[in-house]
């Protein structure tokens, strides 16, 4: 039978760890918040609050209540969460947020494949519905017509393949001179792709 001795060890040890974690320690006793923080607390503006609302978004998983206000403030952050949990709109919303309005090309999120980069091409767009800013997606396998009309017509955010955007540096139609913000989308599938 373990001492009483070491069964608080372990209970300060879990309290502690859970107070790094976010959680709050009082008197020697550990609350754990099981209410996520709601979007309206999150540092999003209007526009893009607006449109996560319109999109069903009420309260904050906990990769994007964690995630949200560090990558709001411009700071790297790696994350990693299970799928499902939110992680496109954890990295999104925010960096639509810092971007305000159409301007130059800005934000880059790379994807390993044209269906991811499908997929989070169409989340940028619910979340963008209310603001001015242009999205444009990039891929291999298809001719370079539509990526060039876009390219000259001025995107803020690039969701593109690693592949294609070589491609397009190496062409010199492409440049990252107004660049702020890169986004590696399951970069541990692009490490694997070789990328």
């Known amino acids: 039978m373990p001492s009483k001795r070491g069964e608080r060890s372990k209970l300060r040890s879990v309290a502690d760890n859970a107070h790094l974690m976010g959680c709050q320690r009082r008197t020697g006793l550990l609350f754990i918040s099981t209410l996520f923080m709601t979007f309206d ?35 790297d952050l790696i994350g990693s969460a299970q799928t499902g949990t939110g992680k496109t709109a954890a990295f999104s919303l925010p960096v639509i947020s810092r971007l305000g309005g159409h ?13 991811l980069a499908h997929q989070v091409e169409s989340a940028l767009r619910t979340f963008t519905r209310f603001s001015t800013l242009r999205i444009g997606v990039m891929y291999g396998g298809v001719g370079y017509g539509r990526q060039n ?27 990252f001179n107004d660049l702020e913000t890169v986004i590696l989308d399951e970069a541990d599938r692009l490490l694997d792709m070789g990328f």
């Open 103 to 115: 301007g130059k090309f800005r934000a880059l999120i790379i994807e390993p494949t044209r269906e």
């Open 149 to 175: 009309e876009l390219i000259a017509r001025g995107m803020d955010i690039w969701v593109a393949t690693p592949g294609r955007i070589l491609d397009h540096l190496e062409r010199g139609s492409f440049h």
């Open 41 to 75: 607390q999150l540092p999003l503006s209007d526009d893009v609050l607006m449109a996560a609302k319109a999109a069903g978004y009420r309260e904050a998983t906990p990769i994007q209540e964690r995630a949200i206000p560090i990558v709001a403030e411009g700071r």
